[in-house]
């Protein structure tokens, strides 16, 4: 049902997109009164050279 997509800097362990995915799925799950296997949810990692803010790049 639905598919989140979640994009952030590259540096985070396998562990803690884990742990955002099992929150995020439960709070998803809850709120949509969907069921847990019905939530996907997709991780980009961006590089902070690709990533602009006010004009300004991350990595700047």
């Keep these: ?4 997509n ?3 800097f590259e540096g985070r362990t396998v562990e803690q ?3 955002f995915a099992k929150a995020v799925t439960e709070a998803a799950a809850a ?3 969907c069921k847990p296997e019905s939530v ?5 990692d961006v590089k902070k050279e690709d990533w602009a803010t006010g004009g300004k790049l ?3």
């Design 1 to 4: 049902m639905p598919t989140i």
């Design 6 to 8: 979640v994009q952030m």
């Design 17 to 19: 997109k884990r742990a």
């Design 31 to 33: 709120t949509l009164q």
């Design 40 to 44: 996907d949810i997709v991780f980009q």
């Design 58 to 60: 991350w990595c700047d």
